[in-house]
């Protein structure tokens, strides 16, 4: 039989990643959960410095949290503790909640990156501020950006630069290809990856999408695309890590997983619009455009809106999977 501990890692791994990588192993001991980084899975062109691997850790983490207080259980949290022979998220578990988390649990599996159309429809306040106070870590600093403000036209031209970056860059390319899951055999044989259908692309052959991503998608058709699916949305949404360090970066995972499953819990989708936050030049700028304190970083930038439909889900793979 399973140990109330076991069942939560199915609500972890429900958790985004860069590419759906899902990079995380968990060991459960007695009443502790250990989240380890599985750099086996890590995205060496796009995430040179691991800090969106990391990231992805947070997000699972948080949803670790979410199910532990469904439970009523209360969660702390050690972020790398020297006693452990490896690097490591420890979370250990004891009786009394500490606050009621039933509608974000009921957001997890819920919760997806919707890359589809958006209505334009403006976010009530109300629920706009539920979003930013879902924000628990003060590490991380929050900036909303309304479409159709003009700061916001600034940030949209280093979507377009870091697209057209990316596009350009063969190994870019390569490295995003490999983790596109492009029929339906690869998606059940994988369970991680892109799926063509959350992508919004037909199921194809291998062969015929690699020609497709590598000679018909342009950097500035992307850029294009890119900025239009922008200008449909509500927000943007920019996290920003107030030092750039392993811990700050699993702080950004945890606020960012607490904000979308409050979205999600309020009938507001998201997709990541990341692209000046992984090209290191450009998120250089953006910084200083946005006149950020020395060591303060953008690590995630994504959109929000009223989705006009829901796309297929993502694969995950099964707990067992990821077990130590």
């Known amino acids: 039989m399973q140990s109330i501990a ?11 990643s860069g590419h759906n990588t899902q990079p995380w192993q ?31 850790l947070g997000c699972a ?37 500490d606050d009621n988390t039933d509608a974000l649990f009921r957001a997890i599996p819920e919760r997806q990156t919707n890359r589809g159309t958006y209505n334009g429809q403006a976010i009530d306040a109300s629920d706009l501020t539920a979003m930013l106070e879902a924000n628990g870590c003060e590490s991380v600093e929050l900036r909303p950006l309304r479409v159709g403000d003009p700061e916001i036209e600034p940030i949209i031209d280093f979507v377009r630069q870091a ?68 200008r449909q949305s509500s927000l943007l949404m920019l996290f920003i890590a107030r030092e750039h360090d392993k811990r700050h970066w699993v702080d950004v995972g945890r606020s960012f997983e607490r904000v979308v499953l409050t979205a999600t819990s309020l009938g507001i989708a998201h997709a990541h619009v990341n692209m000046p936050c992984e090209v290191e030049p450009i998120r250089r700028r953006l910084a200083a455009h946005l006149g950020l304190n020395a060591g303060a970083q953008p690590l995630l930038l994504i959109r929000l809106g009223y989705a006009k439909q829901r796309r297929p889900a993502s694969p995950r793979r099964p707990a067992d999977q990821v077990m130590r």
Do not use: Y
């Open 6 to 16: 076991e069942q939560l890692i199915p609500f972890a791994v429900r958790a985004p």
């Open 26 to 56: 968990f060991s459960v001991n007695q009443d502790s959960i250990r989240i380890f980084p599985d750099l086996s899975r890590r995205l060496p062109v796009v995430d040179p410095d691991d800090h969106a691997l990391f990231i992805s």
């Open 61 to 97: 983490l948080e949803n670790l949290i979410v199910a532990a207080a469904h439970q009523g259980l209360a969660a702390s949290v050690e972020s790398f503790p020297a006693d452990e022979p490896e690097a490591c998220l420890r979370v250990r578990l004891s009786e009394g909640a």
């Open 163 to 230: 697209t057209i970056a990316q596009f350009n860059d063969p190994a870019f390319v390569a490295e995003l290809v490999s983790w596109i899951r492009f029929s339906q055999r690869e998606v059940s044989a994988r369970q991680d990856g892109l799926a063509a259908a959350a992508l919004g692309f037909p199921a194809v052959p291998r062969w015929l999408g690699r020609w497709i991503m590598t000679r018909l998608v342009k950097p500035e058709g992307e850029a294009d695309r890119q900025e239009k699916a922008i």
